[in-house]
């Protein structure tokens, strides 16, 4: 039973860590844009760049060249390009928000995921779940009504960032017993870099300033870039680890000290905090969201076969 408890300690303690350092990623993100001016598509090829070398290097010196080669292939390639363009959306998305608005309208995923479950995977879904999903949703609405007026369909990216991801933690349970964790972290890099590659041809082929490249114009923002993959890379190995040392259901309250700190930043290097009203809808998302998740939670050790 100690064994047990300091396990997940240490589980949430992991997480806590990880969140702590995560929202530093995506305000380097904006400060990239914003006070270096240069492209979210250029920030986010370094973020999947730096993360596939990163972890190329990882896994060749933990196991060897033996494991390069995945199992699911094709499938760990979507999952990258599924990150390549929920990434690409969500930096676009917090040059022109506040960061703590697009992160609340992002922590919107655990219902999303639970909503996908259902359509994609045909799990059942009860109508606690339901109703919590929808709340969540009014939430959203909350946060994204001022943004909208400001910023159009930009404050509708961390939205789709939200989807997208939802969608990839299906395939991690699909893909999940076929590979590790580092070997699905790097092909999944690799996918992310060739989705964003394509992103910049289609960006220059129409003109679209936000997904051009640029080279940086000095040695801090050089720095700064190679932070982003870095912090990317870590944070989620730290997620993953987190994963394994302790249930779903008591790690998600702590993934929204994301939050948190993003309204931290956001105060201290960019000026912004949110209104009261946007207070509402991130309470609201919170809650349901964590709901959800405790729900599903208590489902499933429900469902646990009991042993005397």
């Known amino acids: 039973m100690e064994n047990t ?90 040059k022109y928000m506040p960061l703590a608005d697009a992160m609340a309208v992002f922590f919107v995923e655990p219902l999303m995921l639970t909503l996908l479950s259902a359509l994609i995977l045909k799990e059942q879904v009860g109508w606690r779940r339901r109703i919590a999903v929808a709340v969540g949703f009014v939430g959203t609405l909350i946060v994204i009504q001022p943004s909208w007026e400001l910023f159009g369909w930009v404050s509708l990216l961390p939205l789709g960032t939200a989807t997208l991801f939802a969608i990839y933690l299906i395939l991690n349970r699909r893909y999940g017993d076929a590979d590790t964790p580092l070997v699905m972290q790097l092909y999944a890099g690799i996918g992310g870099t060739i989705t964003v590659v394509a992103a910049l041809f289609l960006g220059a082929m129409f003109d679209v300033s936000d997904m051009t490249l640029e080279m940086p114009s000095g040695g801090l923002s050089w720095l700064l870039l190679v932070a982003i993959g870095a912090i990317a890379t870590g944070g989620h190995l730290l997620v993953v680890q987190a994963s394994r040392l302790a249930p ?38 919170v809650g349901s969201g964590a709901y959800v998740v405790w729900r599903e939670g208590k489902k499933r050790h429900a469902q646990e076969p009991a042993y005397n």
């Open 5 to 94: 408890t300091s396990q997940q300690l240490r589980g949430v303690s992991t997480m806590a860590v990880a969140m702590f350092f995560l929202p530093m990623m995506d305000a380097i993100a904006k400060w990239l844009s914003t006070v270096d001016t240069l492209p979210p598509a250029t920030v986010t090829l370094s973020r999947f760049v730096v993360q596939t070398i990163l972890t190329l290097i990882i896994v060749l010196a933990l196991t060897g060249v033996g494991s390069l080669r995945p199992v699911k292939l094709r499938g760990n390639l979507f999952r990258g390009f599924l990150m390549g363009i929920g990434s690409l959306c969500f930096f676009a998305a917090v």
């Open 248 to 285: 779903a259901s008591l790690l998600a309250p702590f993934q929204y000290l994301e939050i948190v700190m993003a309204v931290i930043i956001g105060l201290v290097v960019f000026n912004e905090f949110p209104t009261a009203s946007k207070w509402l809808g991130i309470a609201i998302i």
